[in-house]
């Protein structure tokens, strides 16, 4: 299978980066002194990938239908299923799609959350319905939390994978005591919550929820067990339940309009303290008592500033998304007043006006809006997915973007080896539609039937099927084709000469194995001849395609000639033959 390696490009940058790294460090003008850290697995003005919600890039309008999507807010993924789920603000409802690995271009949802078809667009409160639903968040156990935010509340949706269609019932709610409800008290209590803006969850089950509008952070210890419209277990921007006041002159222990999280394995918590111009830090947040101060900040000097520093790089103006990814320990910021997503590695342990490693999401630091792949118009929620790959929900293009890191494998790509035996193959992990460098070779005498044998494997991410198509035969050489694994296993010649072999869904490493027998035909008997064959597999949806060359070389079989003894010596020679 193919190993995740570095493209050649990025491999050269990493060697070049290291050798930098080893002679200097580099300093800020304003006196921070940062340790590069290794290359960004993403570059700058990165084109995405892929688009949900449009059937392709440049278009950017508005739909409710089961692939039409309207100011999505958020995206997460299941990471039991891998399934996609997105938040819709003006539709009020939340889609899933049946994978992350299947998702196309303009691909369809099968299942719709808050809403009874694919065209509805109700709101209420009630056990089925949302009301501008925000952030979203699908924990290990593979639950669904969404906040709900027009309606004051937390819902979590239990095997959020496994829920029908349509109007699927929550299993839970916080912020409110019923499903029925949608109050929103005047003074804030350590049950309610007004306007909850984006949601994470820890592995041990710690729910954290941005409490916007009462500038604070609930955290509720083991939340899913909890009865509906419990209290919260700890809060941060605030000394008391009670409190709810903003901090328009920032200090180190409150918020101006906390509008997104992100947490990482060990339970680091950051706060996107969006009316302060700065991302705050939480280490080890749940140990910490109410009220705690921050640990560390991005986007401003010291834990007293909240200056605008327009478009450069290290500003962060209006984050309303943020997620954060083992790889490089990497925070992704979004900043929609520039539309783009910083990218901060070694989130950990940087602290200050900290220039990003690279961004994306636009064509220059303070370009504006557009519906490129290279471009986004008010970029908020994101996550990512097991392999590194950004998933974005782009609110006013109305779609999702997904962007690739510079190393990851491709989303399909079959991988043909070939080889005398099953046990000698050559050719893996090289993709070549020619089939130079790999190649089957096999010598034959007289009649007998040469057998090369093959491997097609997945070494993309996507579960996809294979189409091979193979060489025919010809007036020297009769060519059969023998597949050993399903869905057709036995002679497949037919099918395969004419290109309509088609293999079974492949999960990533899943492997197609064959037999080619080359025989030769009774006008190649009696004189050297050569076969020059292929057998090319490909993707059916895309252009990834790999190239195994069949060559076999035959001779004539060489009659023995008797040899006559001569006259006088017949039993020497018969002795000697039978010595032989």
């Known amino acids: 299978m193919r190993q995740k390696l570095l493209s050649r490009r990025g491999l050269l940058r990493t060697i070049a980066a290291t050798a930098f790294l080893g002679l200097c460090l580099t300093t800020h003008s304003y006196g921070i002194l940062i340790v590069p850290p290794s290359p960004p697995n993403y570059e700058q003005s990165q084109a995405a990938s892929s688009v949900i919600g449009q059937t392709d890039f440049g278009p950017n309008s508005a739909g409710r239908s089961q692939s039409n999507i309207q ?6 993924i299941c990471p039991i299923t891998k399934k996609v ?13 049946a994978s992350y690995e299947a998702v196309q271009n303009g691909g369809q949802a099968e299942a719709v959350i808050g809403q009874g078809n694919y065209s509805n667009a109700s709101f209420s409160a009630t056990r089925i319905n949302l009301r501008f639903p925000r952030g979203i968040f699908v924990d290990n156990e593979g639950t669904l939390w969404v906040c709900d935010s027009g309606n004051s509340r937390v819902l979590w949706f239990d095997d959020a994978a496994e829920l029908p269609e349509f109007d699927p019932p929550a299993s839970g709610v916080l912020g409110q005591s019923m499903f029925t409800t949608a109050n929103n008290p005047s003074t804030s209590t350590q049950s309610s919550m007004d306007n909850p803006n984006d949601c994470v969850v820890e592995s041990d089950g710690t729910l954290w929820v941005a409490d916007i509008d009462d500038h604070r952070v609930l955290r509720f210890d083991n939340a899913r067990m909890k009865l509906n419209g419990a209290n919260a277990d700890g809060v941060l921007g605030q000394d008391d339940f009670v409190s709810s006041s903003s901090s328009t002159s920032p200090v180190a222990d409150e918020f101006n309009t906390p509008s997104c999280l992100a947490i990482n394995d060990s339970g680091t918590l950051w706060v996107s303290d969006t009316g302060n111009l700065r991302v705050l830090r939480f280490n080890s947040a749940k140990t910490k008592s109410d009220g705690a101060n921050a640990d560390a900040l991005l986007g401003q000097n010291n834990l007293t500033s909240n200056t605008n520093y327009g478009s450069s790089d290290y500003a962060i103006n209006s984050c309303y998304g943020m997620t954060w990814d083992s790889r490089n320990n990497t925070l992704f910021v979004s900043d929609i007043g520039y539309h783009r997503i910083l990218v901060f590695q070694n989130a950990t342990g940087i602290n200050g006006r900290v220039s990003p490693n690279t961004y994306f999401g636009n064509t220059g630091l303070a370009n504006g809006t557009g519906s490129s792949a290279q471009q986004t118009n008010q970029p908020r929620g994101m996550t990512t997915d ?6 974005l929900a782009d609110f006013l293009n109305h779609r999702i973007l ?18 005398p035996k ?40 996507a579960i996809h099927p294979t189409k091979f198509l193979g060489s025919k035969r010809n007036r020297l050489f009769k060519v059969k084709y023998i597949s050993f694994t399903g869905p057709v296993a036995g002679n497949v010649t037919s099918s395969m000469i004419t290109g309509t072999l ?21 006008r190649a008997k009696d004189r050297k001849a050569k076969y020059k064959g292929y057998v090319r597999a490909k993707d059916p949806a895309s252009i990834a395609v790999d190239t195994a060359q069949t060559f076999v070389k035959a001779k004539p079989k060489k009659e023995k000639k008797k040899k006559q003894p001569d006259s006088g010596s017949e039993g020497v020679s018969t002795l000697l033959d039978f010595v032989d």
């Open 502 to 522: 088609t293999s079974r869904e492949q999960d990533t490493g899943d492997s197609h194995f064959f037999r080619v027998d080359v025989k030769p035909t009774s």
């Open 386 to 391: 097991s392999d590194g790959r950004l998933w």
């Open 71 to 76: 100011a999505p807010d958020d995206v997460a």
């Open 422 to 461: 099953l046990f000698r193959l050559n050719g893996n992990n090289a993709y070549t539609a020619s089939g130079i460098g790999q190649r089957g070779k096999a010598k034959i005498v007289g009649s007998k039937r040469a057998r090369i044998f093959l491997k097609q494997e997945n070494d993309g991410w």
């Open 85 to 97: 789920f997105i938040s819709e603000v003006s539709n009020h409802r939340i889609l899933r799609f």
């Open 402 to 419: 997904r962007y690739d890191p510079i190393d990851a494998p491709p989303v399909v790509q079959p991988d043909l080896s070939i080889g």
